[in-house]
């Protein structure tokens, strides 16, 4: 017999596919007009991907997928959801995915004014401190409001009026469900966590730019030193090795994406040694940058 809890979570997952089948790119990942909601669809095993992900949720509505955060390794399955409350490389890998049944997962990015809204307007809860990413079974309100976002996707004309109201519903669920303690941190501006996004986000748009530790802590408002340690302590890295990897990411879709050389890549990044960008290309990928660009070249041949 199905239960209602099943039947809701198979109209999801059909909705979900529907919409990636219509409209995911050669990568599998839909980017949906629903500001900061994406979908994933992939019908293959996956190589290892290296990304650096903003605050999110994400749902696996089908598939296994395998993540290393720092160090932490999570197992993604069916019915469970992702939360990551800081800006944190990860290494990623779809474990579990065919043909027949392809993984499929949804993400939404987490609205930091709106937590601070419904966290301001919410009677007082506990707080887990010290807790950036963590897996739990997905609730059936999350579900819900899910598969809400998914059906306004058929109505377009719709989301401008009603978007905002469904993120904030779900951050509501999210608030006060299973995800709640780890994420109302997020909800006090002047928190730690709050301040280091503040110069993440200052990597994310000049990280091919030189960076001091004085430069980022004063845009996140603190000092040198108690930057540096709050910042190794959220992202699990220091701030130059944060810096290191956005660029080697960066560089790496130049190559894959754009067909960049992997001279070009290194300097449109920032690197001024071709012979340092290969170490460290090799050391964080596994193998040289070469090897990348002629796959991409090999590809292209025999497409």
Known sequence: MITQNQNMNNLLLNAVDHYAQAHADAAGVAITPFDGLTIVR?????????????????????????????????????GDSMLITADLPTASQIITASEQEPYLALA?????????????????????????????????????????????????ESIPILQAQLVREMHYWLLVGQHGPAIRRLGWPDAHIRRVARAVSVLRTEYAKPLTVEQLAAS??????????????IT???????????????????????????SHAAFTVGYESASQFTREYRRMFGRPPAQDTQEVKRKTHTG
Not at 59 to 74: E, F, M, N, S
Not at 113 to 125: G, K, N, P
Not at 223 to 232: A, C, Q, V
């Open 42 to 78: 992939v019908t293959a095993p996956s190589e290892l991907q290296h990304s650096i992900q903003k605050p999110l949720v994400c749902l696996v509505l089908q598939g296994v997928k395998h993540v290393a955060i720092g160090t932490q390794a999570l197992s993604l399955s069916p």
């Open 108 to 156: 939404l990015d987490l609205d930091l004014q709106v937590i601070t809204d419904l966290t301001t307007a919410m009677e007082a809860a506990p707080v887990q401190a010290g807790v950036s990413v963590q897996t739990k079974p997905t609730e059936k309100e999350i579900a819900t409001s899910a598969l809400r976002m998914m059906e306004l996707l058929a109505r377009p």
């Open 220 to 233: 996140a408002g603190m000092s040198p030193s108690s930057f540096f340690n709050h910042f190794r302590k």
């Open 236 to 262: 699990s890295l220091s701030p130059l090795q944060f810096q290191k990897q956005l660029r080697l990411i960066e560089a790496r879709r130049l190559m894959l994406a754009e067909g960049s050389s992997a």
